[in-house]
């Protein structure tokens, strides 16, 4: 059920673009993530990427699993999302093709100044998650099967601490996205992970701070998938493959890598050939 509402706008912002289409207007629609919406990026690269090309692109901006789960329904032209096992079990299964590596950057954990916790310095994630729990300290979840939601479980998983059984007490899942996960943690002193992008473009950090970071299990790397033509013919793979081949391109890796708040680059381009 906590996917019932994100789902709901979710179809209704597809049904709405690909009725605009009626229009004759040259656009994709690329499933992504909150985390490149949220950030910032997406409105500072698309209009370059429309100036270049002619094509607009239309961006429905949600979990990495419900991202996909759109892509493989057909709704979308591109998928843009940021977890590796999920991606390659979507080409795999024949939903994508030609997947590249775009860009990276990192995921840190957040929590109140107080740090109840005390779980600051930390060099292992794991071992973080593991003193929250102890604790009993306040965890805001994102519980939305987002890369990010993935790569939190993962790490509870290293910690061998099952969270989800204290779901409803010190942990909390409230089934949104990174903004709203930030916000609920902002405004109730609790422990969450971000990914670093969002959390730099995020207003709201009343006692929030960085304090766990560095881990290299904390890696995010974003990867960019044209839907399979041949599993639905409607995807529009010429405009969908000029979408890839400019973010993977020296002037879309340079794009990305200028996108900077308060002098602090948001994310890391590291295009790889396709299949790579």
Known sequence: MKFLRNTAIAVAAVAAM????????????????????????????????EAATGIEARVVAVGTGQAIRIAERGDADVLFVHD???????????????????????FVIVGPVADPAG????????????MIAEASAPFVSRGDDSGTNKAELRIWQAAGVDAQAASGGWYREIGAGMGAALNTAAASDAYTLSDRGTWLAFRNKR???????????LFNQYGVILVNPERHAHVKAADGKAFIDWITSEAGQQAIADYKIGGDQLFFPNAKAPNS
Do not use: C
């Open 18 to 49: 690909l009725g605009a289409a009626q229009a004759g207007d040259r656009h994709i629609v690329v499933a992504s993530t909150t985390s490149t919406e949220n950030s910032g990026l997406f409105s500072h690269i698309l209009p370059m990427f």
């Open 84 to 106: 590796a096992p999920s991606e390659k079990r979507f080409v795999d299964a024949g939903f994508g093709v030609d997947r590249r590596e775009v860009m990276y950057n990192d």
């Open 119 to 130: 779980i600051g310095g930390a060099s292992l994630a794991s071992a973080a998650f593991g």
């Open 207 to 217: 006692n929030l701070k960085i304090l766990v970071e560095g881990d290299p299990g």
